[in-house]
């Protein structure tokens, strides 16, 4: 198969799509480890606006058990986040400190009181420059921005995912045109 720039594509290899205005890049997890590779690259990506004070907001779709979560902890490793990634399960919301950014990865699941929204100060975590990730959107509807990137995960086997990751602003487009190269085999130089 063909990629849009002749190149040769593998079974692993992200398909660049177009979905009306946005652009969409389709990609199938067989493992884990395929997770922890598009986490890290998708890190890469986001690396500079970080450190440079911008701001990023990541939406992460799927069932319970998709591995938005698991996705979430490797792109946070890769940031460089050390120690316990525990799960903001309970309280919505963890933030992890990092030299010159902080990201604060939500999950909305059991969030059912938008009083909690300006009580929790969430109003100015989402003003503020850093990354957030957020896990449950549909939860917290009417009430979160836009997000840059869209990931949706959806099961397909125990351990295969099909993944679809949607660039809803100008920001996205350099990070979707990256993530949309093949990946480097490992050990070769990028
Ligand atoms: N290809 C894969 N990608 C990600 N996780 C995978 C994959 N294959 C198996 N898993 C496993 O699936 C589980 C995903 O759980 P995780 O907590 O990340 O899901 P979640 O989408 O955050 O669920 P919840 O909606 O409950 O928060 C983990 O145990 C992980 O090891
Ligand atoms: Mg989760």
Request: net charge negative; charged share 20%.
């Amino acid at each position: 198969m063909r990629g849009m720039r002749g190149e040769t594509l593998t079974m692993h290899a992200p398909i660049l799509a177009s979905e009306g205005f946005a652009p969409v890049i389709e990609a199938q997890w067989a493992s884990e480890s395929a997770c922890c590779e598009w986490a890290t690259r998708l890190a890469a990506c986001l690396r500079p606006t970080l450190e440079q004070g911008g701001s990023v907001d990541v939406s992460l779709d799927g069932p319970l058990g998709a591995g938005k979560t698991t996705f979430t902890r490797h792109l946070l490793r890769a940031l460089g986040v050390a120690g316990r990634i525990k799960s903001p399960s309970y309280a919505v919301v963890e933030t992890h400190e990092l030299p010159g950014f902080a990201v604060h990865h939500f999950d909305f699941y059991r969030f059912n009181d938008p009083q909690e929204w300006e009580d929790a100060g969430f109003r100015d975590l989402f003003a503020s420059p850093g990354l957030r990730l957020t896990e449950w959107p549909d939860k917290a509807a009417g009430l979160l921005p836009t997000p840059d990137l869209k990931i949706e995960i959806e099961p397909v086997s125990d351990t295969g995912r099909r993944v679809r990751l949607h660039g809803l602003s100008r920001a996205a487009a350099p990070w979707l045109e990256a993530m949309a190269q093949p990946a480097q085999p490992l050990g070769e130089p990028a």
